[in-house]
T-cell receptor
Framework: DAGVIQSPRHEVTEMGQEVTLRCKPI?????LFWYRQTMMRGLELLIY????????DSGMPEDRFSAKMPNASFSTLKIQPSEPRDSAVYFC??????????FGDGTRLSIL | AQKITQTQPGMFVQEKEAVTLDCTYD???????LFWYKQPSSGEMIFLIY??????QNATEGRYSLNFQKARKSANLVISASQLGDSAMYFC??????????????FGPGTSLSVIP
């Protein structure tokens, strides 16, 4: 079975550019989570969806961040405009019911 | 308010010894789940073990066991017979299933475990 697929694996871009991170959850999972991991702040929950509907986006740091889930098999996290402090590893995870979350390999984002 | 506490930023253990990683949590939801994940230096998140709030027995998975003390709101991870490959970050996580939580999962700050040969 394919796991959670994230793309790109690495992204290096200049400050001010738009960044789009992509996630394909495991088929059949109805909950999808976006996390950001930094040394200073650890793993932060940014937003999560249930049945494609955003349930809690209180972790989204600023209006520069937005996330969508247009269908059950795809989600995006967008940063516009990007800033150096957005540099982090961004994880997507999916789950269903009482199952543990399955994580993607993450996107390592560097904003110069 | 922080809901998951891991008080040990770093731990050392001798190879082949057992080690306990602490986790305390805070919730008013009677139905919740507790997870432990391992993150090696390569960065992936690996699920280790799960304990449901209504489970009568402590969870076990191979060398991993969970010391669940519901009244104290603690869910400590015990790793027996430590191996060099156990060196990693370990995260405790909680899923709440309350009316407004919709299975929200949050993570503690993590504990860095180093296994010494």
């Amino acid at each position: 079975d394919a796991g959670v697929i994230q793309s790109p694996r690495h992204e290096v871009t200049e400050m001010g550019q738009e960044v789009t991170l992509r996630c394909k959850p495991i088929s059949g999972h109805n909950s999808l989570f976006w996390y950001r991991q930094t040394m200073m702040r650890g793993l932060e929950l940014l937003i999560y969806f249930n049945n494609n509907v955003p349930i809690d986006d209180s972790g989204m740091p600023e209006d520069r961040f937005s996330a969508k889930m247009p269908n059950a098999s795809f989600s995006t996290l967008k940063i516009q405009p990007s800033e150096p402090r957005d540099s982090a590893v961004y994880f997507c995870a999916s789950t269903s019911g009482f199952q543990p979350q399955h994580f993607g390999d993450g996107t390592r984002l560097s904003i110069l | 308010a922080q809901k998951i506490t891991q008080t040990q930023p770093g731990m050392f253990v001798q190879e082949k010894e057992a080690v306990t990683l602490d986790c305390t949590y805070d919730t008013s939801d009677p139905s919740y789940g507790l997870f432990w994940y391992k993150q090696p230096s390569s960065g992936e998140m690996i699920f280790l073990i799960y304990q449901g709030s209504y489970d009568q027995q402590n969870a076990t998975e191979g060398r991993y066991s969970l010391n669940f003390q519901k009244a104290r709101k603690s869910a400590n991870l015990v790793i027996s017979a430590s191996q060099l490959g156990d060196s990693a970050m370990y995260f405790c996580a909680m899923r709440e299933s309350g009316k407004t939580s919709y299975d929200k999962v949050i993570f503690g700050p993590g504990t860095s475990l180093s296994v010494i040969p």
